[in-house]
C-alpha cells in the first residue's frame, strides 16, 4: 500500500527511451489528455514540483516529437500513435483496465497513481456502504418513508463479517480501514497478504473465505483473469441475504447472475458503483431494485496536489535513466 509520502525503491527502466528518450536527463514535453480530470489545476500542481516543465494540453500538442510523458485517463484508440519519442506514461487513475491490450500502447513504462487522496476517498465510500448496511440504514429509510418508529436492534461490529475481494494498494487499505472502525475483516486475493487485523487468505481459499461473509466488498482489478469472476457461485458461496459493494469495475461481475441474487435474496442488497455499461441504461434493471443503490463511479477519483508529487517522482526518475512509481504490467492488466 502507497500513501503520499511513499517512495519506492528505483528500478532499472524496463520501457524504451527513444531517439531523443529520458537518458538525456531532462523531462521533456508532458501531454495531457482527460475528460473527467482539469488540466488547469494539473498544469499548476505539476508546475509547483517541477518548475520548468513543458506542460501540454491536448488537442494542443505543438510538435508531437517532443512529447516524452503522456499523462491521460481513457485516451481514445490509436491515441498514442503520434508520439514517437515517449519515455513514461502515467495512467490519471488507478485502474489500468482501459490502456491494457490496446495495439497502439508504447512499449515504454506504464505508472499508475496511488495517491492518499484517492486512498482516503476510497476508503470513506466502502466505509460508508458497509456500514450502512451494518447500521441497518435502508431499513430506516424505508420505515420513515411509512413513518414507522421500526427498532431494530444493533449488532455489535465485531460480529459483523466482512469481506474484501483484491487486496491491492486500494483494496488493502479498505481492509484495514474496516478492521479499524471495529468489523471482523477477512480478505481474499490470488497470494497471501498480511495486513495487520484482517484475516487473509488466497487463491483455492476462496470458497472458505466467502463461505460466512456477510457484506463483500469487490476491490479486484479488471484484468482477463477476474473478468466476470463474480458471479453465480460466489453469490451462492455466500450466506443468504448476505450484502455486495462493488467499488472496482463492473466488467468483474456477472450482471445478470447479480440481478437475480438480489431477486432471489440470496444477495440481501448491493451498493453497485461500477457497471458493465456506463452511464448505466435507463432499462437496467439496478434501477428499479429497491436493495439496490446505485452511484456513478466516484467511490475514487485522482486527487491532483496528492499525486502530482509521485507523477513529478517519476519524470524525474525516468529522465534520470531510472523506474517511475507505480509500476503497472499492462500484460498482466494491472
Ligand atoms: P492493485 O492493482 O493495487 O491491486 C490489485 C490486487 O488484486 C493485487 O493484490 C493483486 O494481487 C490482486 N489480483 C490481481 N489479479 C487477481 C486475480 N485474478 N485473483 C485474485 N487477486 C488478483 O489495485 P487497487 O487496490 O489499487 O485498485 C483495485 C481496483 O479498484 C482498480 O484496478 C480499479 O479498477 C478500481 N478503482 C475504482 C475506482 C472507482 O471510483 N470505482 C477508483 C479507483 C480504483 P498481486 O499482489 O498478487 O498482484
Same mark, same amino acid.
Given at each position: ?49 517541477? %518548475? ?100 431494530? !436492534? %444493533? /449488532? ?15 483494496? #488493502? ?8 472502525? $471495529? ?13 495487520? @487485523? ?24 479488471? /484484468? ?17 441475504? #448476505? ?6 469495475? $463492473? ?9 437475480? #441474487?438480489?431477486? /432471489? ?16 441504461? #435507463?432499462? !437496467? ?11 456513478? !463511479? ?22 534520470? @535513466?531510472?523506474?517511475?512509481? !507505480?509500476? /503497472?504490467?499492462?500484460?498482466? @492488466?494491472?
Amino acid at each position: 500500500m502507497h500513501d503520499e509520502t511513499a517512495v519506492e525503491p528505483t528500478a532499472p527502466c524496463e520501457g524504451g527511451t527513444g531517439p531523443a528518450g529520458g537518458r538525456s536527463g531532462k523531462p521533456g514535453a508532458v501531454l495531457f489528455y482527460s475528460k473527467f480530470d482539469d488540466p488547469v489545476e494539473w498544469g499548476a500542481v505539476l508546475k509547483s514540483e517541477l %518548475p520548468d516543465l513543458d506542460f501540454r494540453v491536448y488537442p494542443d500538442v505543438g510538435d508531437a516529437d517532443e512529447i516524452r510523458t503522456v499523462l491521460a485517463w481513457q485516451p481514445p484508440p490509436g491515441f498514442f500513435e503520434p508520439y514517437r519519442n515517449l519515455t513514461l506514461v502515467v495512467n490519471l487513475g488507478a485502474g489500468i483496465d482501459s490502456l491494457a491490450g490496446r495495439a497502439d500502447l508504447p512499449d515504454v513504462p506504464i505508472s499508475r497513481l496511488s495517491d492518499s487522496g484517492m486512498i482516503a476517498l476510497m476508503r470513506s465510500y466502502v466505509l460508508f456502504s458497509v456500514i450502512r448496511y451494518a447500521r441497518n440504514i435502508p431499513d430506516f429509510e424505508a420505515a420513515m418513508r411509512v413513518k414507522e418508529w421500526r427498532y431494530i !436492534h %444493533p /449488532t455489535p461490529l465485531h460480529r459483523i463479517k466482512v469481506g474484501v475481494m483484491g487486496l491491492g494498494h486500494l483494496g #488493502a487499505a479498505v481492509a484495514s480501514s474496516l478492521a479499524q472502525a $471495529g468489523f471482523d475483516v477477512r480478505g481474499w486475493d490470488q497470494a497471501k497478504k498480511a495486513i495487520p @487485523g484482517v484475516n487473509c487468505h488466497s487463491g483455492a481459499e476462496l470458497a472458505s473465505f466467502l463461505s460466512d461473509v456477510e457484506i463483500l466488498v469487490n476491490m479486484l482489478p479488471l /484484468t482477463p483473469s477476474t473478468r466476470g469472476m463474480i458471479g453465480r457461485e460466489v453469490f451462492e458461496a455466500v450466506p443468504r441475504g #448476505a450484502k455486495f459493494v462493488n467499488a472496482s469495475r $463492473g466488467l468483474i461481475v456477472d450482471e445478470p447472475a447479480l440481478v437475480e #441474487a438480489l431477486r /432471489t435474496g440470496q444477495i440481501g442488497a448491493a451498493t453497485l458503483d461500477v457497471f458493465w455499461t456506463e452511464p448505466l441504461p #435507463a432499462e !437496467h434493471p439496478f434501477w428499479a431494485m429497491e436493495n439496490v443503490l446505485i452511484t456513478p !463511479h466516484l467511490a475514487s477519483i485522482t486527487v491532483p496536489e496528492a499525486a502530482a508529487r509521485d507523477v513529478a517522482e517519476s519524470i524525474r526518475r525516468v529522465a534520470a @535513466g531510472q523506474g517511475p512509481l !507505480h509500476l /503497472t504490467e499492462p500484460q498482466r @492488466g494491472y
